[in-house]
């Protein structure tokens, strides 16, 4: 009789354990921003939210200026969304990724390095967090792109599927799209090949948060046929005043896609040194 209780406290232990690593208990667990320390050439991350990967990428890019854009996979399973009360919402609860916690680590060069060498720390970091991420028992599975220039992306490309099996799936981005070339501002631009899209695939995908004052007013020249919607998207934002990256979100409760994009922050210079004080000139004795 004994046995089978500490059996039974044993099992209701384990399932306790598994239920926290998939979801917080409260959403007032989610951590505001991730948590980035330091320690003899050695980072340590720490996100919490429901989309914790996404958080983990915000804050390399306020801690060393990684900009990196990301897209979410389509969660399409009750194994990958959770509720969430919403009081403006009324009684209906709004739906979002499970999230949840994830840490990793990667090791940092310390003192000065090329630029060179600075980008390819950035890229080997970026693969070794996704990778933490991939073995981690938080929704989706991604996967670490280059483009010709050197862009880096961070792309949804599996999730559970509606039988609650893992499944690979296309990245809306990847979808060939064709796109008259004219000049355009950097909005309509955008807003076309979100259209585009939504034609081809059937996923609702619209533009969520922009700087619109800078893509308003910004002519852009953008087109191809059957090209990637990424690569478009590349054409637009490379011709803007002001570098940017994006945020592609899966919207459980529409299914559907929101594009948000954001104009990288501007690095504040370094205050210039003070000037040594200088002793006054020594008076003529005479």
Request: hydrophobic letters at 40%; charged letters at 20%.
């Amino acid at each position: 009789m004994m046995q089978r209780t500490a059996g039974l406290i044993l099992l209701l232990i384990l399932i306790a354990q598994a239920l926290s690593q998939v979801a917080p208990s409260q959403p007032d667990a989610y951590l505001k921003d991730a948590a980035i320390s330091e320690a003899e050439g050695s980072i340590h991350l720490v996100a919490y939210s429901p989309r914790p990967l996404a958080q983990a990428l915000d804050a390399l890019q306020r801690k060393y200026g990684w900009v990196v854009d990301y897209e979410d996979p389509r969660y399409v399973s009750k194994v990958d969304v959770t509720e969430l009360a919403d009081p403006l919402r009324g009684p209906k609860p709004r739906l979002l990724p499970v999230g949840g916690r994830f840490e990793a680590g990667f090791p940092m060069p310390t003192g000065e390095v090329s630029a060179e060498a600075a980008k390819d720390t950035e890229e080997k970091a970026l693969r070794l967090v996704v990778d933490a991420y991939n073995h981690s028992r938080n929704a989706g599975q991604f996967e670490v792109r280059k483009s010709r220039a050197g862009d880096l992306f961070v792309v949804g490309v599996a999730a559970h599927d509606s039988k609650g099996a893992l499944a690979a799936q296309k990245a809306i981005f990847d979808t060939p799209i064709t796109l008259v070339r004219a000049k355009r501002n950097g909005t309509d631009a955008i807003q076309l090949i979100c259209r585009r899209v939504t034609a081809r695939t059937g996923v609702p995908l619209n533009l969520g948060v922009s700087p619109r004052i800078l893509l308003d007013h910004n002519p852009v020249t953008a087109g191809g046929t059957r090209v990637a919607a990424r690569e478009l998207l590349l054409q637009v934002l490379s011709q803007t005043r002001s570098p940017c990256y994006w945020r592609l979100l899966f919207d459980p409760d529409s299914k559907g896609y929101f594009l948000d994009i954001h104009a990288v922050p501007a690095t504040k210079a370094p205050p210039a040194p003070t000037p040594p004080a200088t002793a006054p000139p020594a008076k003529n004795p005479s």
